[in-house]
């Protein structure tokens, strides 16, 4: 076994703390990367503190995950020592349903395994995640990242980047969409770029006016400050596509009536509880309200070439691993820019 070193919840809401642990030798068709960089996202909150429900712990969390190949096994063909290399949000799947035959490894019927918090696909063997200095993965379910990149900036588009890039491509966004991206954070900024580098008109739909200089600089062509009526009025039956990132409780229905005929509303975000949606909001203007989870594997690889030849990036603030606990209490309070990302070497 491999002697691992990293950070782990050991119990829910529990600060996280240095835990060492192993994982599997190099099989024939695995990949072992030592981890440089390993970004924050906020699902890593709510499962550390077992706020959806049945966290495992000890957990070491992690999914948006950048480093070097540093060795491969025999039958391994897509990578080889010093190749830079990524690991997202998933590292298994059953590969033979319906869902994983099509490339939606996220959807799989039978059993997708989480990168953390999640069993492998013996249903036993616990998952431990990027905040950690190894990890070893199965060649299918790691990603190839250009040398083009900043590579700490490209560590949150393996969940940041993925989870906006694949509605986007999903409901064929391009010129002559309006496009409004809900809530201007870790998953909002990446839709700001990747909609605008696709041609559509973005607009920001913010409750901070703050945030309107940032919006325009990501790339934004409008800004609509949500609390003040006459701007919300001003896009009403106005917008073809709407990315809701918005983790926290907020009316849907509001955001329903900016979109027009046929105009589809993708959640992205996890508030703690379920939207109640007026039904007329949809029937009225023949909408749509949709879901979206991460991306497939290849979907993924997909992202990650557009971002190389767009020179598309997070923005990012790197921490020390030290500072992981005092990192979650300031996402919190929305006091990031955009996207936490941790320095490995800092372990």
């Given amino acids: 076994m491999i002697q691992v070193k990293g950070y782990a919840a050991p119990q829910a809401k529990a600060p996280l703390a240095p835990f060492n642990f192993e994982r599997r030798e190099v099989g024939p068709f695995d990949v072992q990367i030592e981890i440089q960089y390993c970004g924050v996202c906020h699902s890593d909150i709510h499962q550390v503190r077992d706020e959806w429900g049945g966290s495992i712990?000890?957990?070491v969390p992690?999914?948006?995950?950048?480093?070097?190949?540093?060795?491969?096994?025999?039958?391994?063909?897509?990578?080889k020592a010093g190749?830079?290399?990524?690991?997202?949000?998933?590292?298994?799947?059953c590969r033979t349903c319906s869902s994983c035959v099509q490339g939606y490894e996220q959807y799989c019927?039978?059993?997708?395994?989480?990168?953390?918090?999640?069993?492998?696909?013996?249903?036993?063997?616990?998952?431990?995640?990027?905040y950690s200095n190894q990890i070893v993965v199965d060649e299918s379910f790691v990603l190839s990242i250009s040398d083009k990149l900043d590579l700490k900036r490209v560590a949150p588009l393996l969940c940041a980047g993925i989870t906006t890039y694949s509605p986007l491509k999903e409901w064929k966004i391009g010129k002559g969409?309006?496009?409004?991206?809900?809530?201007?954070?870790?998953?909002?900024?990446?839709?700001?770029?990747?909609?605008?580098?696709?041609?559509?008109?973005?607009?920001?739909?913010?409750?901070?006016?703050?945030?309107?200089?940032?919006?325009?600089?990501?790339?934004a062509h409008k800004f609509v400050v949500t609390k003040e009526e006459e701007q919300l009025k001003?896009?009403?039956?106005?917008?073809?596509?709407?990315?809701?990132?918005v983790s926290a409780e907020h009316d849907l229905n509001v955001y329903l009536n900016l979109l027009r005929l046929n105009g589809t509303m993708v959640l992205l975000g996890v508030p703690?509880?379920?939207?109640?949606?007026?039904?007329?909001?949809?029937?009225?203007?023949?909408r749509r309200l949709a879901g979206s989870l991460i991306g497939g594997i290849k979907e993924t690889q997909e992202m990650l070439d557009y971002c190389a030849e767009h020179n598309i990036m997070s923005d990012v603030e790197i921490v020390s691993m030290n500072q992981i606990n005092e990192a979650y209490e300031r996402m919190l309070k929305g006091d990031v820019h955009y996207r936490f990302v941790i320095d490995m070497a800092t372990l």
């Avoid at 039978?110 to 918090?117: E, I, L, P, R």
């Avoid at 409750?207 to 940032?214: A, G, Q, R, V």
């Avoid at 001003?234 to 990132?245: H, L, Q, R, S």
């Avoid at 703690?272 to 023949?286: D, G, H, M, V, Y």
Wanted: net charge negative; charged share 20%; glycine share 14%.
């Fill in 83 to 93: 190749d830079l290399a990524g690991v997202g949000c998933l590292v298994d799947s």
């Fill in 57 to 59: 712990f000890p957990m």
């Fill in 234 to 245: 001003g896009v009403t039956n106005y917008f073809d596509f709407i990315i809701d990132t």
């Fill in 109 to 130: 019927e039978v059993h997708w395994v989480g990168t953390y918090n999640s069993v492998e696909m013996d249903m036993k063997t616990p998952t431990y995640g990027g």
């Fill in 177 to 219: 969409h309006k496009v409004g991206v809900l809530g201007l954070g870790g998953l909002g900024h990446m839709a700001v770029k990747l909609a605008a580098s696709m041609g559509a008109e973005v607009t920001v739909l913010s409750t901070s006016p703050s945030k309107e200089k940032d919006a325009k600089d990501l790339g």
């Fill in 272 to 286: 703690p509880e379920s939207p109640k949606i007026q039904t007329f909001n949809l029937i009225a203007k023949r």
């Fill in 62 to 79: 992690g999914h948006e995950i950048v480093g070097k190949v540093i060795k491969v096994g025999e039958k391994v063909t897509g990578f």
